[in-house]
């Protein structure tokens, strides 16, 4: 199981795609939010705070993630190696999990320079306004549930093609979807009524409840079971495959 952890996560990085990938993210993100004027601009924003950093991020990690995860079975299946793989003796679940937590730690490295952009808001604070790090904190770990959920559904968008590019347009359908999707469901009445509930069913909910702060074990428990979820779907398709 390391030793697929380890393939999976110096594959990445021993070529430049890896570098390009985050950087990318970096640019994008920074540029958003410290250059280009707009509602995202920190600057214009008028308040010390990285709100428009984690209303941003939802959005570009679902296109990011992806793009991280879409080599993971799609290249093993182009290359002929997934029934070499497949046949070693490892459990599929380890496999799964060897390369869930591959590409996570990645994901995890490309938001680590972001944290600069705590000590820049710090800076920017008036001296009698104190950061609320509690929400700040919530944040952070609202991301890092919501890196898990994004890489759990890359990792079973890269199960169901050898082709990177379909793998990379599931994902970030399904991504998008899940973010996006359900909110847009619940504005549609359904028999001259709305459901409101619907928008429970979106990670949008979940993640804006614990940027605000409140942490609920019931928004826990929501990105962690969406995880487990595609992970255990991405397991049943190589088992498939395997027969």
């Given at each position: 199981?390391?030793?697929?952890?380890?393939?999976?996560?110096?594959?990445?990085?021993?070529?430049?795609?890896?570098?390009?990938?985050?950087?990318?993210?970096?640019?994008?993100?920074?540029?958003?939010?410290?250059?280009?004027?707009?509602?995202?601009?920190?600057?214009?924003?008028?308040?010390?705070?990285?709100?428009?950093?984690?209303?941003?991020?939802?959005?570009?990690?679902?296109?990011?993630?992806?793009a991280v995860c879409m080599r993971s079975f799609s290249e093993?299946?182009?290359?002929?190696?997934?029934?070499?793989?497949?046949?070693?003796?490892?459990?599929?679940?380890?496999?799964?999990?060897?390369?869930?937590?591959?590409?996570?730690c990645v994901a995890l490295i490309a938001i680590l320079?972001?944290?600069?952009?705590?000590?820049?808001?710090?800076?920017?604070?008036?001296?009698?306004?104190?950061?609320?790090?509690?929400?700040?904190?919530?944040?952070?770990?609202?991301?890092?549930?919501?890196?898990?959920?994004?890489?759990?559904?890359?990792?079973?968008?890269?199960?169901?093609?050898?082709?990177?590019?379909?793998?990379?347009?599931?994902?970030?359908?399904?991504?998008?979807?899940?973010?996006?999707?359900?909110?847009?469901?619940?504005?549609?009445?359904?028999?001259?009524?709305?459901?409101?509930?619907?928008?429970?069913?979106?990670?949008?909910?979940?993640?804006?409840?614990?940027?605000?702060?409140?942490?609920?074990?019931?928004?826990?428990?929501?990105?962690?079971?969406?995880?487990?979820?595609?992970?255990?779907?991405?397991?049943?398709?190589?088992?498939?495959?395997?027969?």
């Open positions: 199981m390391l030793a697929i952890f380890n393939k999976e996560f110096n594959s990445f990085f021993s070529s430049a795609i890896g570098y390009i990938v985050v950087s990318l993210f970096l640019v994008s993100v920074g540029s958003l939010l410290w250059i280009i004027p707009g509602s995202y601009n920190i600057l214009d924003f008028g308040y010390a705070n990285l709100v428009p950093f984690f209303e941003i991020l939802p959005l570009v990690f679902a296109f990011l993630i992806p093993e299946k182009k290359q002929g190696t997934m029934e070499l793989l497949l046949t070693k003796p490892i459990r599929t679940k380890q496999i799964v999990i060897a390369k869930f937590l591959g590409c996570f320079p972001t944290f600069f952009y705590l000590l820049s808001i710090s800076k920017l604070a008036a001296e009698d306004v104190s950061l609320d790090y509690g929400v700040i904190f919530s944040s952070y770990l609202g991301t890092i549930l919501l890196l898990a959920c994004y890489t759990a559904i890359g990792i079973f968008a890269s199960s169901l093609s050898n082709n990177q590019i379909v793998a990379f347009i599931t994902g970030t359908a399904i991504n998008l979807f899940l973010f996006f999707g359900w909110d847009s469901l619940n504005s549609i009445a359904f028999g001259n009524s709305q459901v409101y509930a619907l928008d429970y069913l979106g990670i949008h909910y979940h993640f804006k409840s614990i940027t605000r702060g409140i942490l609920d074990t019931r928004d826990i428990i929501y990105f962690l079971s969406i995880s487990v979820l595609f992970l255990i779907l991405t397991g049943l398709q190589l088992k498939r495959l395997s027969e």
